[in-house]
């Protein structure tokens, strides 16, 4: 059999077609050391800060400190199997995670993976962890409330979108029930949700999932999820990735809620890294950058302007204190950077007061303009007169012999710690809430027993759902009070009608 000559040219011509001159050139380097979640690796020469870089494992790192001699890594993943004298190589992108609608619903770890089982999550859109805060001019001032449910915070420290807002207290004082309350009142408010828990129990964070799910929250919840199990680098990275997560839907015009529990343990892990990385320890032994650490988070959360599409994103981080003491390091630097914060008091706790809120120490800078009209109206002197009773409650455990507008101070202060009262996760729509501060404020309450006052409020909203439907709608539509004779009314003869258990 002959080969003919036609035959080996036109075979060496697709060859030719087909040939590929480009060279794959990969910077690859050697690991040095390995151990508690941090690598040191040489010959990674041009790396750049940030940048992701792969093992020969299939783990990914963040390069974080650039030496003259090698480059610290933090391992993201399993680091068992990585081993001295492994490879290293650079991948010249920096971290990025899967964003976008296909995360609503489920449950992830900080590198967008699922952790609830059910199947991989189906979105082609990524955006990186660390991104630039939008700029002044790219932002407008937040004046549209972000109802959260709690009488005792659309009252008295409201919330806006587009505000950062601190949750500040002890442990076991209701940080995270008013976070999940604040989630399942945004049912039909057209708010996603995004739950970042660091280092939480993982059978905390399975009751909190399931408790979204019975409320049928978890139809607009993300909950990014890093386990006191998982290393260090993995619990520093969750809020940044909750955020991306979060961005994405900001920046098409929606509004995100974003709720980082806690800040507290992501510091704790970021100063074991930076101890690891071998940086100079300062204050409590954390890293000099550890304002930036936060500052650069927070800042992200904004409302856009309308140029951008109008679009918010609310932060509430938390912040553990021990003892409540809020001007510790991590306390301080985060209220800096906030606009307000919600101190939750241990005392009040105990004492029966939920959620504990210390009105006194409690401030939102946002203020009226996260209000709607008629809650800025009945709620205007609110947080005045209860700092000036739990003062007045101080000295009158001392004097018997009190004059009459202290009496009444006393009495109108006892009812308004009792309608600020309220159960877990029955968060109340906002018309309710006008109505029942109303009837406070203009003094329906002032004759009805501190023991019934609870029962007072949950009939007087049964009154108005069956007979005045029409008032709370005004509220509700227009954000403004209805008819005030109208309205007073109403309380009026609900109160004419209302039995106390003196009775």
């Known amino acids: 059999m002959s080969i003919k000559a036609e035959e080996i040219s036109a075979l060496i011509k697709q060859q030719l077609e087909h040939f590929d001159d ?87 770890n900080p590198l967008g993976q699922p952790v609830d089982g059910l199947g991989e999550i189906k979105t082609d859109k990524s955006r990186p962890i660390e991104s630039k805060a939008p700029g002044v001019m790219q932002r407008q001032s937040v004046k549209q409330p972000l109802q959260t449910g709690i009488k005792a915070i659309d009252a008295l420290v409201p919330i806006g979108r587009g505000q950062r807002e601190l949750i500040i207290g002890d442990r076991k004082t209701g940080k995270t029930s008013l976070a999940i309350d604040t989630i399942l009142n945004q049912k039909g408010q057209n708010v996603i949700c995004i739950y970042v828990a660091i280092g939480q129990k993982e059978s905390t964070v399975r009751s909190q999932v399931e408790t979204l799910k019975r409320f049928g929250a978890m139809d607009y919840t993300i909950v990014v999820e890093a386990g006191p199990s998982e290393p260090a680098p993995m619990l520093y990275i969750a809020p940044y990735a909750g955020t991306a997560m979060g961005e994405e839907f900001m920046y098409n015009g929606k509004d995100v809620l974003v709720i980082f529990d806690d800040l507290s343990k992501q510091a704790v892990a970021y100063r074991e890294l930076s101890l690891l990385l071998r940086r100079p320890p300062g204050r409590e032994a ?52 906030t606009d ?34 008629a809650m800025k109206k009945v709620a205007g002197t609110l947080r005045v007169d209860l700092a000036a009773f739990r003062e007045l409650e101080s000295f009158a455990q001392f004097g018997s012999d009190l004059d009459q507008a202290t009496q009444s101070r006393l009495n109108r202060g006892r009812r308004t710690v009792e309608v ?36 007072y409020e949950q009939e007087l ?3 108005f759902d069956h007979l005045h439907e029409d008032l709370l709608k005004t509220i509700r539509e227009t954000g403004k009070l209805p008819d005030e004779k109208k309205l007073q009314a109403a309380i009026k003869d609900f109160n004419d009608g209302f039995s106390t258990s003196k009775n």
Do not use: C, W
Not at 295 to 314: F, H, I, V, Y
């Open 286 to 337: 954390y890293p000099g950058d550890v304002f930036y650490l936060h500052s650069r988070l927070l800042e992200r959360s904004a409302k856009l302007s309308d140029a951008l599409g109008g679009g918010s994103m609310t932060a509430l981080p938390f912040i553990e204190t021990q003892a409540g003491d809020i001007s510790a390091y991590i306390p301080t630097n985060v209220i800096s950077i």
């Open 420 to 455: 600020l009262k309220q159960p877990l996760h029955k968060p109340l729509p906002v018309e309710k809430q006008v109505v029942i501060l109303y009837a406070l404020t203009y003094g329906f309450l002032d004759t009805i027993p501190v023991e019934d006052v609870s029962r």
């Open 22 to 108: 480009k060279l794959n050139v990969d910077e690859v380097g050697t690991v040095t050391y390995v151990g508690d979640g941090i690598a040191r690796a040489h010959g990674l020469n041009n790396v750049l800060a940030n940048e992701l870089v792969a093992f020969s494992n299939g783990s990914y790192g963040i390069a974080q400190n650039l030496e003259t001699n090698d480059v610290g890594i933090i391992i993201l993943g399993k680091f068992d199997d990585i081993r001295e004298g492994d490879q290293v190589k650079r991948t010249g992108r920096i971290m990025q995670v899967p964003v976008g609608d296909a995360l609503i619903g489920r449950v992830v």
């Open 340 to 373: 307000g914060q919600i101190f939750l008091e241990s005392d009040l706790f105990f004492a029966g007061t939920r959620p504990a809120i210390n009105a006194g120490a409690s401030v939102s800078r946002v203020g009226g303009s996260a209000q709607i009209p």
């Open 461 to 463: 909203y049964d009154n």
